[in-house]
């Protein structure tokens, strides 16, 4: 069996990095902006060793970096580096599906602003009211319910 590493599949190698519930949590928190590990972990809902294990896995792939912010006890900040900011629309699409084909009683936890035209859109490639692009620099988090 070849390892996902050593096979030319494109699919094969970015599932080996990020197809797992956990890593995904951690992306999308990350996606807030630069994270200290106590907030991730509150956020996502991962225990710590899981935590640890999913930030090193990211990590290693050259998809988030850590920066010292605190000596003693040492304490990082985690921050997604070019490569892991690539993957927003990766996660929009996850969350266009989910909204679509997997729903929910309850409501989303996020919702999201078009910059560009000011309103509420779901997720994906494209806003859902102006049909304009959405990429991570033109949506923000709505703060009113």
């Not at 519930?21 to 928190?29: A, F, G, I, Q, S």
């Not at 266009?96 to 602003?113: F, N, T």
């Not at 859902?128 to 949506?139: D, K, M, P």
Request: charged share 25%; hydrophobic share 35%; glycine share 8%.
């Amino acid at each position: 069996m070849k390892t996902p590493e050593s096979t030319s599949c494109p699919v094969a190698r970015t599932a080996h990095v990020i197809g797992d519930e956990w890593v995904m949590l951690v992306l999308r928190e990350l996606f807030r902006g630069p994270q200290r590990f106590d907030d991730l972990q509150k956020r996502s809902g991962a225990a710590t060793n899981i935590l640890t294990n999913r930030l090193k896995r990211l990590m290693e792939a050259g998809l988030v970096t850590k920066k010292l912010y605190q000596e003693r006890p040492q304490r990082y900040i985690y921050k997604l580096t070019p490569a892991g900011l690539g993957l927003f629309p990766v996660l929009m699409e996850l969350a266009r599906y989910g909204l679509q084909w997997l729903p929910s009683d309850k409501p989303p936890p996020d919702r999201l602003r078009h910059k560009d035209c000011g309103r509420i859109t779901l997720p994906g490639q494209t806003c859902s009211e102006c049909g304009g692009r959405i990429v991570l620099g033109n949506v923000e988090l709505a703060d009113d319910a």
